[in-house]
């Protein structure tokens, strides 16, 4: 079965702080993406990657930045935690075809304090 | 500028009846459509999708109609449920398949 895998469920942070959020999918997709949920906002595409070390900014990537050294990983990185980054995030994979769909993960809610 | 629009935050139905969630589109290119469901503290799950070359696309309870001159797509429930209180968000892609534009979502309370 089709699995994207985020490491924590729940996180709390101090403003300030250097987060990172770890995803991992089984299923050698091309494409991976990082998006937040906010109440009343749905679902706002923050980085995507469509291969190895490659990165592509989505709407919201101020504050942001993301690593892919791996095709089945792919990290989002908030460098200064603000409490305005207090969110619900999802990481999603997808076959790098059209007429495919995504894929997500649990979501991490992050706290920043 | 928000390509793909859910203007119904909310809706509410008794158990039983139609559920009816719209969903409007700005682009063209859009090519393949797509509705999760998503429950509080999980990720969306699939539910159903939609190319362009069709108009309606059934998988048991749920159906979803594409009018493209419109540029809108409706998810049918029936019959509703309680367990399928969640929020419904739709989705739309080009030919790429590279990116996906999602609604802010519609919240459905199915009553029992």
């Known amino acids: 079965d089709v699995k994207v895998t985020q490491s924590s469920r729940y996180l709390v942070k101090r403003t300030g702080e250097k987060v990172f959020l770890e995803c991992v999918q089984d299923?050698?997709?091309?494409?991976m993406f990082w998006y937040r949920q906010d109440p009343g906002l749905g679902l706002r595409l923050i980085y995507f990657?469509?291969?190895?070390?490659?990165?592509e900014k989505g709407d919201i990537p101020e504050g942001y930045s993301v690593s892919r050294e791996k095709k089945e990983r792919f990290s989002l990185i908030l460098e200064s935690a603000s409490t305005n980054q207090t969110s619900m995030y999802l990481c999603a994979s997808s076959l790098e075809t059209a007429g495919e769909k995504l894929f997500f993960g649990s979501g991490t809610q992050l706290s920043v304090l | 500028d928000q390509q793909v629009k859910q203007n119904s935050p909310s809706l509410s139905v008794q158990e039983g009846r139609i559920s009816i969630l719209n969903c409007d589109y700005t682009n063209s290119m859009f090519d393949y459509f797509l509705w999760y469901k998503k429950y509080p503290a999980e990720g969306p799950t699939f539910l159903i999708s939609i190319s362009s070359i069709k108009d309606k696309n059934e998988d048991g309870r749920f159906t979803v109609f594409l009018n493209k001159s419109a540029k809108h797509l409706s998810l049918h429930i029936v019959p509703s449920q309680p367990g399928d209180s969640a929020v419904y968000f739709c989705?739309?892609?080009?030919?790429?398949?590279?990116?996906?534009?999602f609604g802010t979502g519609t919240s459905l309370t199915v009553i029992p």
């Open positions: 989705a739309a892609t080009d030919l790429t398949g590279n990116q996906f534009y």
């Open positions: 990657s469509y291969d190895v070390k490659m990165k």
């Open positions: 299923m050698d997709h091309e494409n």
